[in-house]
């Protein structure tokens, strides 16, 4: 059974760091191209950052130069270092594939930025 399960979110003031797990299980993860999305309330699911199989990065613009995405393929999991973190980045944090069919959705993990 495929699963992908976020870990790491939390509670940060504006200019802290957090850095998000993504542990995926049943699934060739080495193979493929996976990113982070994040959905704040209200809003649709944005894809933040993507890391190919290969272990090029490709940043969203309001990501650019503060997130760091990363991948253990002998781990099956994948990382995202948030730095410079903006209330405007509070949201849910996913993981999944680029390219079509992703696979189901995981919980997520909230990222919270407030003083």
């Known amino acids: 059974q495929v699963q992908l399960v976020e870990s790491g979110g939390g509670l940060v003031q504006p200019g802290g760091s957090l850095t998000l797990t993504c542990v995926v299980s049943?699934?060739?993860?080495?193979?493929?191209?996976m990113g982070w999305y994040r959905q704040a309330p209200g809003k649709q699911r944005d894809l933040v950052a993507t890391?190919?199989?290969?272990?090029?990065?490709i940043y969203a613009d309001p990501s650019e130069g503060r997130f760091t995405i990363t991948r253990d393929n002998a781990k099956n999991t994948m990382y995202l270092q948030m730095n410079s973190l903006k209330p405007e980045d509070t949201a849910i944090y996913f993981c999944?594939?680029?390219?079509?069919?992703?696979?189901?959705w995981g919980q997520g993990t909230q990222v919270t930025v407030s003083s």
């Open positions: 049943g699934y060739i993860f080495s193979r493929n191209a």
């Open positions: 999944n594939k680029i390219f079509n069919p992703k696979l189901d």
């Open positions: 890391i190919t199989s290969g272990g090029q990065r």
